[in-house]
Nanobody, 118 residues
Framework: QVHLVESGGGLVQPGGSLRLSCTAS???????????MGWYRQAPGKPRELVAA???????NAADSVKGRFTISRDNAKNTVFLQMNSLKPEDTAVYYC?????????WGQGTLVTVSS
């Protein structure tokens, strides 16, 4: 059983940066590298949305709202996926969730809160 744990959230001023991490634990072994990983977010009163994703092969994509500001990356040796967030805006405020998928297996983290406010 793979578990995902996010970290790195917090309060930041508009224009600031944060780096989120999502580390897989449990029966990962060499399995993490085959997982397609993604970051999602959910703001109050809004549906959960995809922010950025990275495949097992390293291909990435990002939502139009964060392109040029957010970057997703992964370190398979550390069983970790990252989300570097720059030029943060108040509308980026949300709970950010990490998701891993492989075949019909889907795993979610518990979320980390990001608040962008002055």
């Amino acid at each position: 059983q793979v578990h995902l744990v996010e970290s790195g959230g917090g309060l930041v001023q508009p224009g600031g940066s944060l780096r989120l991490s999502c580390t897989a634990s449990g029966s990962t072994g060499s399995m993490f590298r085959v997982y397609n990983m993604g970051w999602y977010r959910q703001a109050p009163g809004k549906p959960r949305e995809l922010v950025a994703a990275i495949t097992s092969g390293g291909s990435t994509n990002a939502a139009d709202s964060v392109k040029g500001r957010f970057t997703i990356s992964r370190d398979n040796a550390k069983n970790t996926v990252f989300l570097q967030m720059n030029s943060l805006k108040p509308e980026d405020t949300a709970v950010y969730y990490c998701r891993g998928g492989y075949g019909n297996v889907e795993v979610w983290g518990q979320g980390t809160l990001v608040t962008v406010s002055s």
